[in-house]
């Protein structure tokens, strides 16, 4: 016997639900990993660059407090819900298909975007609720394939988690299968900071 629409929906709706509250409690414990490694100033990734020229008030922020964030029950469930949602909002399309260009960083208020948008866009959402700019981070990655790619890294004092539109689950950064290139510094919105051996990598493709 086949289920009414509305049933069907109320399934989807009770999976997502169940889906959701799983990536919550899974919050590491304090024997997650730490912080990850940063060297000195590295080249600006040139979609930030272009970001920052239309949005020069994002790009020229330094917070006072730099210590990591505390993780709490209450921010690992803010995180988690924050990663859920915009994945579920936005839908992934390359630069080129949106605007005929690689390398265009922008928030997906059309609710599109690749893999930099839906980091800017955490980003923001996170910020406007309280978690300070020092602690959300854009970095960029290689991917196991090769792949360049970007995520939001959020500092805290258990370690260095990871939100990324290709999961749900926050994760701590060194369970995340990817090579860490640079991020933005935390004492400076413009300015990007090298990971270990990180080497030049575009981030355009969708993800």
């Not at 909002?89 to 390398?103: F, H």
């Not at 689950?169 to 991020?183: A, M």
Request: hydrophobic residues 40%; charged residues 25%; proline residues 5%.
């Amino acid at each position: 016997m086949n289920s009414s629409p509305a049933t069907q929906g109320l399934r989807v709706f009770a999976a997502a639900a169940i889906g959701l509250a799983a990536a919550i409690w899974a919050m590491p414990s304090a024997s997650a990993a730490g912080a990850m490694a940063t060297g000195g100033r590295t080249t600006q990734p040139i979609g930030h660059y272009e970001f920052c020229k239309t949005r020069p008030a994002e790009c020229s922020v330094h917070p006072k407090d730099l210590a990591p964030a505390r993780l709490t029950s209450a921010l690992w469930n803010k995180l988690a819900r924050v990663t859920a949602a915009v994945n579920a909002a936005v839908k992934p399309l390359s630069d080129q298909d949106i605007y005929g260009k690689d390398e265009v960083w922008a928030y997906p208020d059309k609710g599109v975007g690749d893999c930099e948008d839906y980091v800017l866009e955490k980003r923001r959402r996170l910020a406007r609720q309280g978690v300070s700019l020092a602690n959300l981070l854009v970095t960029v990655v290689r991917k196991p394939d090769g792949e360049g790619h970007a995520v939001l890294t959020v500092r805290t004092d258990k370690g260095d988690l990871v939100l990324d539109n290709l999961t749900d689950k926050v994760k701590p950064w060194d369970q995340s299968g990817y090579r860490f290139l640079k991020r933005q510094a935390i004492e400076d919105t413009g300015r990007w900071v090298s990971i270990r051996d990180g080497q030049q990598v575009l981030v355009g493709a969708v993800q």
